[in-house]
C-alpha cells in the first residue's frame, strides 16, 4: 500500500500536472479541473479499494473532501495516519 500522500497526488495528475507554486494542499481539484464527475466516481473508488476505506455521502459533500489536503487528511483519519 502506497502513502495516502503520494496516491491521492498521483492519482489527481493522471491528466495533468500541479504547478509548482502553488499550495497543492488548498486546491480544490474539482473547480481546478483535475478531474470531471465521472472521474471523480472512478477516484472514490480507487481510495476505496487501495485503503479499505468508505465515505459516508456527508463526507463526499463536505468543502475537506474536495481539497487536496482536507481529502489526504480524512482518508488518514479513516486510515489511522
Known sequence: MSSVREFVLDSLQKEYSFKKD?????????????????GLLQFIGEIEDEFSVTFTDAEMESNEFHTVGGIIALIESKVGG
Not at 502553488?22 to 464527475?37: C, P, W
Request: net charge negative.
Open 22 to 38: 502553488v499550495d497543492v494542499d488548498s486546491i480544490n481539484y474539482i473547480e481546478e479541473g483535475y478531474m470531471d464527475s465521472l
